[in-house]
């Protein structure tokens, strides 16, 4: 688990894909981090993305490294409403702060998760989580 969130952060935008309805919706992240063993993510209340995540939790992440390495993230999203974990989401990144209140900010985990990363010279490789 620590290789895949330290290639997300090292890329530092990455990618997330909802459904909307029968339409996919895709939009940039920059926040993710390792608690309890669960690679967590963040968003507000007030976003669409939070909406759909709601409607139909499963959703895929993509991000691109530097060096032309690439890893596609898929599981669905688990809203965790306790206070340790969004203060632990306030901690590894003091501007979220700046972007969210209290009261709107939502963090979630992926549960049934598979990363699979990719290169130009090597096969995929698939971990699952």
Not at 33 to 62: D, H
Not at 97 to 114: L, N, P, Q, R, S
């Amino acid at each position: 688990m620590n290789e895949i969130v330290k290639f997300i952060k090292d890329a530092g935008v990455f990618y997330i894909a909802t459904i909307d309805g029968d339409k996919p919706r895709v939009r940039p992240f920059g926040f993710t981090m390792e608690y309890q063993k669960r690679i967590y993510f963040c968003t507000s209340n007030k976003k669409n993305v939070y909406n759909q995540l709601k409607s139909n939790p499963y959703f895929e992440a993509c991000t691109l490294s530097k060096d032309m390495r690439w890893i596609r993230l898929q599981g669905k999203a688990v809203f965790d409403s306790s206070t340790d974990a969004k203060a632990k989401a306030f901690e590894v990144m003091p501007g979220l702060a700046k972007i969210y209140t209290t009261e709107d900010f939502e963090v979630f985990y992926v549960e049934d998760a598979e990363a699979t990363m990719y290169s130009m010279k090597d096969e995929p490789r698939t971990i699952n989580l």
